[in-house]
């Protein structure tokens, strides 16, 4: 039932079902108002034309006796008369039913009538009166009375009277008849109603089914447009609406999905914050730092930011402008950028980008210590050179032999400056990408063992045992730069053989491992730190800080070999021991048969 009241047609019926019944009511209030004067108006008029008329039969005729058959077919169903030639007597009377006595005494007695015997005014009376029909019941009647002449000198009164039950009948069946129609036009009134509010409510039903699915996203619902009325307009407007829905919500999904592609494919750290300093996005790398930074920031408040951030977010949403810094946290270096958001006038919440600058860091810091460790590099040649050159110049060596000595110093360290040029031309080349390799196949263990077997001579003069072995099969082969390899393994058995002692091992050892082939230059030598481990293959880097130009190499060779064999899709590093010795050992891609 509630569900009805609450619907557009249950309001439409009831609005219409109220107003028509208003209407009835006052209609028939007024219908039952005229038709009850006009059935007393009727029988006062019924009842006059019948007294004028029996007051002419008897100035017609004269005897009273001789005109009362012609007034019995002149009395009206139901109506009673009574004639009396002198007050408080009846002379003649017609009355059927009961109570006739009653009745002609009591309209004899009555003292309005009295006047009619001395006058010729006619009197019209409601009086109450024994019932015709059942005993003990009063009933109203509606009396006339009326003057006639009943002899030349004789003023008599004819009094008639009818019961006004007749009337009330009358009135009854008439209203009767009203509240029929009343109650077959609230019949039709509620079927045009419901036929009336079911043709507008239908297509409003329709369309209310249809802002539902539109609500759940379905936005290629569409609506019946039956008519061309307002409602089919409506319909129409309905599933315009739907379509520039789903034209808007496409367009935000592809400027969303953008605006998540670029946030997932930036560099950058990018976190945005509301106003109460909640983090309402983050792309992927923002994620990994907060994920980094949790746990490792202690703070009161448990934010989940380092509380530099956290101040430069409240200066933000304080102050309402845009702020830059660089912080350090956590040993990382940060270009850190807030900006505020508006939401109109009013500032909503603030977007951090956090662009990582520690291999910036790095890099300066390898610039510096690569200009520093070039110029120490140098300092000492160049001075050596400087100070011999001006020895000969001064005729300071006593002997043609020792200028010679001088000058061959000389020319020794002009080969030490070309060859740290070279190495360093080299370097850059194979880091930038422009030095060119000339691959051919070659068999990697009779390679590896020329290259091993050339360095024996030497070893024999420093008392270090020098050996090869393999266990990778004879026809392994792999595509390679064979004068690079033996840049390589020349560096390598090189810095084996320079920092192992007298009587220590250099040992070549090939194998393969998975799809590669492994080849490792193991020595027993002093050793690297664990510290200095890692930082071997990095420029000028020098795990025996006190090795001078003269006793050792540029300190480029093993960055140049590092380069080498990433060129050529390998892998190099290096395992040591204090005291034990160190294994350094590269991996080259075998050629598949």
Known sequence: MNRIWNSVVGKLWLTILLLVSFVLFIV???????????HSEAVEDTLKQEAATIARVFNDYGEVSNSMTIIEDILGPETNAVIAEAPHESTYYIHEGIHGEEVREAILNEPDFQKVFETDQTVIKEMLLPSLT????????IVLASPIHTGEELHGTVFIYQSLEVMDRTAGRTTNIVFLSAFIAFLLTTFFAFFLSTRITLPLR?????????AKGNFDTKVRATSSDEIGQLATAFNQMGRQLKHHVEVINQEKEQLSSILISMADAVITFNQDRTILLSNPLAEKLLQQWHGKISSAENEPLPPQMVHMLDHVLTFEEEIEEELEIEGAYYAITFSPLYSGESIRGAVAVLHNMTEQHRLEKLRED?????????????AMLQGYSEAILDDVGATEEERREMTKIIYEESQRMGRLVTDLLNLARLESGHMRLYKNVVQINGMIERMTMKFSQAAKEKGIHLSFKTSLDDWAATELDEDRIEQVMTNLIDNAMRHTPEEGHVMVNVEQEQGYAKISVNDTGVGITKEDLEYVFERFYKADKARTLGKGGTGLGLAIASNIIK??????????????????IFLLPLKKM
């Open 370 to 382: 690569f200009i520093a460790n070039v110029s120490h590099e140098l300092r000492t040649p160049i």
């Open 206 to 214: 329709n369309m209310r089914e249809g802002a539902f699915e539109l």
């Open 28 to 38: 028939t209030v007024l219908l039952l108002e005229f038709l009850g004067n006009y």
């Open 134 to 141: 059942e005993e003990d019941m009063m009933e109203s009647y």
């Open 567 to 584: 060129a050529h899709g390998g892998e190099i590093y290096a395992e040591s021991e204090v005291g034990v010795g160190t294994s350094f």
